[in-house]
């Protein structure tokens, strides 16, 4: 009886040390991988073309697009950490791309991980004399100091992306 006892005890032990070594493994730390950001700039430059008949006004109707502009982009290295420290002074990561003067498109390849990334887009100024559309003559073309168009100049604005994806902004200097 007193050796079943100390079979039944060590079996016991031998149990208890197999559950309590049942351990989850731990998730592995999100891998640096990169998204897309692409889309539009245009600019609304003569607004005498933007008609229909009429003379009717549309903005952007036919779209010009700005030349020898950039986007510059920013992330703070804080946000591509699987595991951050906020006692830690992380860098900001940043790039430019071109905007095409042909079309106006863009596209950028920034750095991302699996849960979100906010990338922050800086527009260069942008000045220049903008023909207006004039109503009651809608045949001239006015070009005048207090038409200087310049908007979006150190303007930003922040969007959030993921690895693997691609997402689209589209923007307009008015």
């Given at each position: 009886?007193?050796?079943?006892?100390?079979?039944?005890?060590?079996?016991?032990?031998?149990a208890g040390?197999?559950?309590s070594?049942?351990?989850?493994?731990p998730?592995?730390?999100?891998t640096?991988?990169?998204a897309?950001?692409?889309?539009?700039?245009?600019?609304d430059?003569?607004?005498w073309?933007d008609?229909i008949?009429g003379?009717?006004?549309?903005?952007q109707?036919?779209?010009?697009?700005?030349?020898?502009k950039?986007?510059i982009?920013?992330?703070n290295?804080?946000f591509?950490d699987?595991?951050?420290?906020?006692t830690?002074?992380?860098?900001n990561?940043?790039?430019s791309?071109?905007?095409?003067?042909?079309?106006?498109?863009?596209?950028?390849?920034?750095?991302?991980?699996?849960?979100?990334?906010?990338?922050?887009?800086?527009?260069?100024?942008?000045?220049y004399?903008?023909?207006?559309?004039?109503?009651?003559?809608?045949?001239?073309?006015?070009?005048?100091?207090?038409?200087l168009?310049k908007?979006?100049?150190?303007?930003?604005?922040?969007?959030?992306?993921v690895?693997?994806?691609?997402?689209i902004y589209?923007?307009?200097?008015?």
């Amino acid at each position: 009886m007193k050796r079943s006892r100390t079979i039944f005890g060590v079996i016991a032990v031998v149990a208890g040390a197999l559950v309590s070594c049942n351990k989850t493994e731990p998730v592995p730390p999100a891998t640096e991988g990169s998204a897309t950001i692409s889309g539009i700039i245009t600019a609304d430059l003569i607004q005498w073309n933007d008609t229909i008949t009429g003379p009717i006004y549309i903005p952007q109707l036919y779209p010009e697009f700005p030349s020898n502009k950039n986007i510059i982009w920013t992330i703070n290295e804080f946000f591509l950490d699987p595991n951050p420290d906020p006692t830690f002074a992380y860098q900001n990561r940043s790039g430019s791309v071109a905007i095409s003067s042909t079309n106006g498109t863009y596209s950028i390849t920034v750095p991302a991980i699996s849960s979100v990334v906010p990338v922050t887009l800086y527009f260069d100024d942008y000045n220049y004399n903008q023909a207006i559309f004039y109503a009651p003559n809608p045949d001239s073309v006015v070009y005048d100091g207090n038409d200087l168009l310049k908007v979006n100049g150190g303007t930003s604005v922040t969007i959030n992306v993921v690895a693997g994806g691609s997402f689209i902004y589209n923007d307009i200097y008015q």
